[in-house]
């Protein structure tokens, strides 16, 4: 028997919620990575965790919220707990790998490359170890075409992300990054569901096994977004990470001398020697100090 699939069952609000999270997470961890990779410190290895993290969790996160979105008329679905969250693992793992790669080999075109396709790989498992963690009364079944699609989709997106770290300056472009990324992350996950078909078993369907989605609801909600929230207010507090670089890092502009207009003069720093090769003012080319005596003593002498 072929079961009816509705993956929109509460209409806009859960697709809409999905996209906000994986925008947060994808934001927390591009400005996390782009803080990792401009100013190496010690940190370098805790600002990529909470990068990896923070991507994992967002992506993660935004999978289980558009699954509230998911019914199957003729049967219940439910989720067995331990698969559910080792999906959470492997994204944040997966993840992790590709934004360590980046961090500590460049941003090359091959580091690149190979760990976005890390990446998009570990979002990919995810979304489908998640969907193994389904229980329903019948057997799901994927088109093999839109799942080598939205694998596809998967891995341009994870690289198009960590480009985005290392390419994008400003708070303002990385929050467009992120939005990007969002529609990416959420482009994947629709595409592999439309990939669903569900056969089920016998006439009548019978309730399953396991934790029901509105169960899941509260720990999916709550353990994510305080993991998230915290990050957020981490990146808040940082200066770098908000606004970059702080204006006395940054190089001097030189500014054009103009025709008829004097130079600024230059006053030497601490620590910086001064020019002794300036004349002093008021003494022209071809003349030459003179080294006053006192009043009776000698004749004063040229140097």
């Known amino acids: 028997m072929q079961g009816t699939v509705d993956g929109f069952s509460y209409g806009l609000v859960t697709p809409v919620a999905a996209f906000l999270m994986a925008c947060l997470g994808g934001a927390l961890g591009l400005r996390c990575t782009a803080r990792s990779l401009r100013h190496h410190d010690t940190f370098k290895a805790g600002w990529l965790a909470l990068g990896a993290t923070s991507i994992g969790t967002?992506?993660?996160?935004?999978?289980?919220?558009?699954?509230?979105?998911?019914?199957?008329?003729q049967a219940p679905i439910s989720y067995d707990r331990p698969i559910t969250f080792a999906s959470l693992g492997v994204a944040v793992v997966m993840v992790g790998i590709g934004i360590f790669i980046v961090g500590y080999r460049g941003a090359t075109a091959l580091t690149?490359?190979?760990?976005?396709?890390?990446?998009?790989?570990?979002?990919?498992?995810?979304?489908?170890?998640g969907?193994?963690?389904?229980?329903?009364?019948?057997?799901?079944?994927?088109?093999?075409?839109?799942?080598?699609?939205?694998?596809?989709?998967?891995?341009?997106?994870?690289t198009a992300a960590l480009w985005a770290a290392v390419s994008v300056h400003g708070f303002l472009a990385s929050l467009g990054a992120s939005l990007v990324m969002g529609v990416a992350v959420s482009g994947m996950h629709y595409t592999a569901m439309a990939a669903v078909s569900v056969h089920l078993h016998g006439a009548e369907a019978r309730s399953g096994n396991g934790d029901t989605a509105t169960s899941l609801?509260?720990?999916?909600?709550?353990?994510p977004a305080v993991f998230l929230i915290l990050a957020a207010v981490v990146v808040m507090f940082d200066p770098l990470l908000v606004m970059g670089d702080p204006d006395w890092q940054r190089p001097a502009a030189r500014t054009p001398h103009r025709p008829g207009v004097p130079a600024p003069r230059h006053v030497p720093s601490y620590g910086e020697p001064a020019n002794w090769s300036a004349r002093p003012a008021g003494r022209g080319p071809g003349r030459t100090a003179r080294r006053s005596v006192p009043r009776g003593g000698h004749r004063s002498q040229d140097w």
């Open 217 to 223: 609801l509260l720990p999916m909600l709550i353990g």
């Open 112 to 129: 690149l490359v190979t760990g976005g396709t890390i990446t998009g790989l570990g979002v990919a498992t995810m979304h489908y170890l």
């Open 58 to 73: 967002g992506i993660w996160t935004m999978h289980f919220i558009a699954m509230m979105g998911f019914s199957v008329q």
């Open 131 to 158: 969907m193994a963690g389904m229980r329903l009364q019948g057997r799901i079944e994927y088109d093999t075409l839109t799942v080598a699609l939205s694998v596809v989709i998967a891995v341009v997106a994870a």
